[in-house]
């Protein structure tokens, strides 16, 4: 299930901004699912780990 999609008026122009915005929308949308499904829980953890992932690589 999609939330947000990164539409072309969104993006920046700069490469790197722009792939790290779409990390943050794709990353948005998976928790919004798993929360639909009723997998607070287990949405909790990956949002969790990804922002981890996330802020190690920047």
């Known amino acids: 299930m999609e939330l947000i999609k990164l539409t072309e008026d969104l993006l920046t122009g700069v490469p790197e901004m722009d792939e790290d915005h779409q990390m943050l929308v794709d990353m948005l949308n998976e928790t919004y699912s798993l929360i639909a499904e009723g997998k607070r829980e287990e949405a909790k953890n990956i ?10 690589i920047i």
């Open 47 to 56: 949002l969790k780990m990804n922002l981890c992932i996330m802020l190690s």
